[in-house]
């Protein structure tokens, strides 16, 4: 029987820590799922990660505002909200640690 691997989802993925992440997760195996923002997709600062994820077969969760996807106040319950139909197992952001579970 095959070992079904826990869909990851990093928030912060296109920072410092963030893409070191997404990138252990992808190539382990696991589902992985990145946060971002919009007008990161098109940011050419940011041009070079995305398109690392995307070889990697990186899925991408596109939140619109600046304080769903920022690490701080309410955000594990916004992150919840945002990625819950995905069905994430476990998440994750690189400045907090651990979010509570999806």
């Known amino acids: 029987m095959a070992e079904t691997k826990s869909k990851i989802l990093i928030v912060g993925s296109t ?3 963030g893409k070191h992440l997404v990138e252990a997760s992808a190539k382990a195996g696991r ?3 990145a946060l971002v923002r919009e007008p990161t ?6 041009s070079k990660i995305i398109e690392r994820f995307k070889a990697l077969g990186v899925n991408f969760v596109l939140v619109s505002s600046p304080a769903m ?3 701080g106040g309410n955000s594990g319950e916004k ?3 945002a990625v819950g139909p ?5 998440s994750f952001t690189a400045a907090l640690g651990r979010l509570p579970p999806v």
């Open 79 to 81: 992150t919840t909200t």
């Open 86 to 90: 995905f069905g994430v197992d476990s």
């Open 15 to 17: 920072g410092f820590i």
């Open 69 to 71: 996807a920022a690490g």
């Open 31 to 33: 589902p992985t799922f």
């Open 41 to 46: 997709l098109s940011n050419p600062a940011k």
